[in-house]
């Protein structure tokens, strides 16, 4: 078996003004996503994921990726990985970074290839269940008045969610004050996390762990700058709150650099961001030896979290996996199939590969083209 052709799709969806979230880049109003395909020559093809600038992504895989593995065997991935990053890919793009979100995608489609020549769905391919459904909590929790921020969290604990996350690192008397009220309208044994996304300095991310470990938060979540592996060693020295790191490192490289330093207590690798599946898998055996656990970023589309539930499902180092609740199409129309969450768990597709099948309405209703990036970088430029 060959490798004929790889190629990448874009996605983006609007959300609409009810279903837009306040982060720290600003107002969402768009979703999207980089699918990539890999064709072969006997009519199998795989399906990866890219979270990433769609653009860059599309030129590294057609101009450094493609001509480097079209002809291979899908099959060898271990020879794909090293044709594709050791020998050709990394001096172009790096060792970190959107080349390897590129290779991502790459990855996760060349596994989907061998589950669906085997005829087994990625979790036996992975080496079978440790769980048959894996606890999932929400993120879904963005700054507003405390009381509105409670209400929210309260219908989450309704529906079974095993946890919910809030996003901090704004301003820290605010962030303390809807911790406190979701921690009172939970009540002191559900499960609340809580996400900075880098918005701390070491000065104020002290405050806020000393804050937060009184309230009871299960993590703090990306603190600091996600390079400042002495920072988040301090903050997990000096406080009683949990350290939690992952979604922006690429390659179990990165990893090991925290776990070496102290500076962690969960582990946060992204399928599609982090290096594929192959490296996950390299991040899970030093999560078992070192005896961190693992809990998926899952923010994207509907292909990244169904790897994401394979994943879950078959490590043992997996304890909770994330789930972004927020308004988004690409997760929730994108299969035929679409994945789905029961009582705070999910579990994976029993068909081979990833085991789903994307619906083309989905995909032509959600296609967007280099014409459409010019477009909208124009009427950015103009509203400024």
Same mark, same amino acid.
């Given at each position: 078996m060959?490798?004929?052709?790889?190629?990448? +799709?874009?996605?983006?969806?609007?959300?609409?003004? &009810?279903?837009? #979230? !306040?982060?720290?880049?600003?107002v969402r109003? *768009?979703?999207?996503?980089?699918?990539?395909?890999?064709?072969?020559?006997? =009519?199998?093809?795989?399906?990866?994921?890219?979270?990433?600038?769609?653009?860059?992504?599309?030129?590294?895989?057609?101009?450094?990726?493609?001509?480097?593995?079209?002809?291979?065997?899908p099959?060898?991935i271990?020879?794909?990985?090293?044709?594709?990053?050791?020998?050709?890919g990394?001096?172009?793009?790096?060792? +970190?970074?959107?080349?390897v979100?590129?290779?991502?995608?790459?990855?996760?489609?060349?596994?989907?290839?061998?589950?669906?020549?085997?005829?087994?769905?990625?979790?036996?391919?992975?080496?079978?269940?440790c769980?048959?459904?894996? /606890?999932?909590? @929400?993120?879904?929790?963005?700054?507003?008045?405390?009381?509105?921020?409670?209400?929210?969290?309260?219908?989450?604990? %309704?529906?079974?969610?095993?946890?919910v996350?809030i996003?901090?690192?704004?301003?820290?008397?605010? %962030?303390i &004050?809807? #911790?406190?009220?979701?921690? $009172?309208e939970?009540?002191? %044994?559900f499960?609340?996390m809580?996400?900075?996304?880098?918005?701390?300095?070491?000065?104020?991310?002290?405050?806020?762990?000393?804050?937060?470990?009184?309230?009871g938060?299960?993590w703090?979540?990306?603190?600091?700058?996600?390079?400042d592996?002495?920072?988040?060693?301090?903050?997990?020295?000096?406080t009683?709150?949990?350290?939690?790191?992952?979604?922006?490192?690429?390659?179990?490289?990165? !990893?090991?650099?925290f776990?070496a330093?102290?500076?962690v207590?969960?582990?946060?690798p992204?399928?599609a961001?982090?290096g594929?599946?192959?490296?996950?898998? $390299?991040?899970?055996?030093?999560?078992?030896?070192?005896?961190v /656990?693992?809990? !998926?970023?899952t923010?994207?589309?509907?292909?990244?979290? @169904?790897?994401?539930?394979?994943?879950?499902?078959?490590?043992?180092?997996c304890?909770?996996?994330?789930?972004? *609740?927020?308004?988004n199409?690409?997760? @929730?129309?994108?299969?035929r199939?679409?994945?789905?969450?029961?009582?705070?768990?999910?579990?994976?597709p029993?068909k081979? =590969?990833l085991?789903?099948?994307?619906?083309?309405?989905?995909?032509?209703r !959600? @296609?967007?083209?280099g014409?459409?990036?010019?477009?909208?970088?124009?009427?950015?430029?103009t509203? +400024?």
């Open positions: 060959k490798i004929t052709e790889v190629k990448t +799709r874009r996605l983006r969806a609007a959300i609409p003004q &009810e279903g837009q #979230v !306040f982060s720290r880049s600003g109003n *768009y979703r999207s996503t980089t699918l990539v395909q890999i064709d072969t020559d006997e =009519g199998v093809s795989g399906l990866g994921s890219c979270s990433g600038n769609g653009e860059l992504i599309e030129f590294i895989v057609a101009k450094i990726l493609s001509p480097l593995i079209v002809g291979m065997d099959t060898r271990d020879e794909v990985w090293e044709q594709a990053y050791v020998r050709g990394h001096k172009e793009f790096g060792t +970190r970074g959107i080349g979100v590129a290779l991502s995608g790459v990855d996760v489609a060349l596994w989907d290839i061998i589950g669906k020549i085997r005829g087994l769905p990625l979790y036996q391919i992975l080496g079978g269940k769980r048959d459904k894996v /606890p999932v909590y @929400a993120t879904a929790l963005y700054p507003e008045k405390p009381s509105t921020v409670a209400k929210k969290a309260r219908l989450f604990a %309704d529906q079974g969610f095993q946890g996350k996003k901090v690192g704004f301003d820290l008397d605010q %962030d &004050e809807i #911790v406190r009220a979701v921690r $009172k939970l009540g002191r %044994d499960i609340v809580t996400d900075a996304n880098q918005g701390y300095t070491v000065d104020v991310g002290l405050k806020a762990a000393e804050a937060f470990a009184d309230i938060v299960f703090l979540e990306e603190p600091l700058f996600a390079d592996i002495a920072g988040h060693a301090q903050l997990r020295e000096k009683e709150v949990p350290i939690a790191v992952g979604e922006n490192l690429h390659m179990c490289s990165a !990893f090991e650099n776990v330093r102290q500076a207590d969960f582990l946060q992204d399928v961001r982090a594929g599946i192959t490296e996950i898998r $390299k991040i899970a055996a030093l999560a078992a030896e070192h005896r /656990p693992l809990s !998926f970023h923010w994207g589309d509907a292909v990244a979290l @169904a790897a994401s539930v394979h994943l879950s499902a078959a490590m043992p180092e304890t909770v996996m994330e789930l972004d *609740y927020t308004y199409p690409l997760r @929730a129309e994108l299969l199939q679409p994945l789905k969450v029961e009582n705070g768990f999910m579990a994976p029993d081979p =590969g085991g789903i099948e994307l619906d083309a309405d989905a995909l032509a !959600f @296609a967007f083209s014409v459409e990036e010019l477009a909208v970088r124009q009427k950015a430029l509203a +400024r």
